[in-house]
């Protein structure tokens, strides 16, 4: 087994394991599912965001270093193979967190203002407020507005923020993956060239 097989193997085993982490804190986190985190029911009760953050920390990482690693493998089948497969398993994980900034900027944040402490269950109207994002959003207005005194323009302009990363969070691996399947289509077409020589 060669030094660079090595790395690769290392930096995947790596890469698989904060996926699964990160698949397991959003099943604790977002589901309530218990697979073992307790940790995260803990944040939970102090603020939710913070199991959101580790969440895309760990996943984005995950994700980025996969997408690299995938492109730099010799073999062409699984090259080509994992590469797609992860830019699918990305693009997959990556549109729920830009729809949610999204749904973030559409929040009625003036009635989340009027409740005051009373909190998310002070106003079940509907599914959104109750669930996950409506929660995330409460949270988010808690933290900024109340906590660190910021304007209602400053939380959106965070949302802003947040809708261009999860661009970008998309537009990685899908740009890593066409590049990588570029590269390797060179690399055949040269191979073949060659040969046919």
């Not at 693009?91 to 949610?100: F, N, W």
């Not at 209602?152 to 066409?178: K, Q, R």
């Amino acid at each position: 087994m060669s030094k660079k097989l090595k790395i690769q193997l290392s930096l995947f085993a790596v890469s698989v394991l904060l996926n699964i982490w990160g698949i397991m804190s959003i099943l604790q986190s977002g589901m309530n599912i218990n697979v073992g985190l307790s940790y995260l029911s803990d944040l939970r009760n102090w603020h939710i965001l913070v199991n959101y953050v580790i969440i895309v920390i760990t996943m984005a990482i995950g994700i980025m270093s996969i997408s690299i690693n995938a492109g730099q493998l010799d073999n062409a089948k699984w090259n080509r193979g994992l590469t797609i497969g992860v830019t699918t398993y990305s693009t997959v994980l990556t549109i729920p967190l830009l729809l949610a900034f999204i749904c973030f900027l559409g929040f009625d944040r003036e009635e989340i203002a009027a409740i005051g402490l009373g909190g998310i269950d002070a106003f079940a109207k509907e599914d959104f407020i109750t669930g996950m994002f409506g929660s995330i959003a409460w949270d988010f207005h808690k933290i900024f507005v109340e906590g660190f005194g910021w304007s209602e323009g400053g939380l959106t302009a965070l949302y802003v923020c947040g809708v261009i990363m999860s661009i970008v969070f998309l537009a990685f691996p899908i740009y890593s993956a066409w590049d990588s399947l570029r590269k390797l289509k060179k690399r055949e077409l040269a191979k073949a060239v060659s040969n046919k020589e």
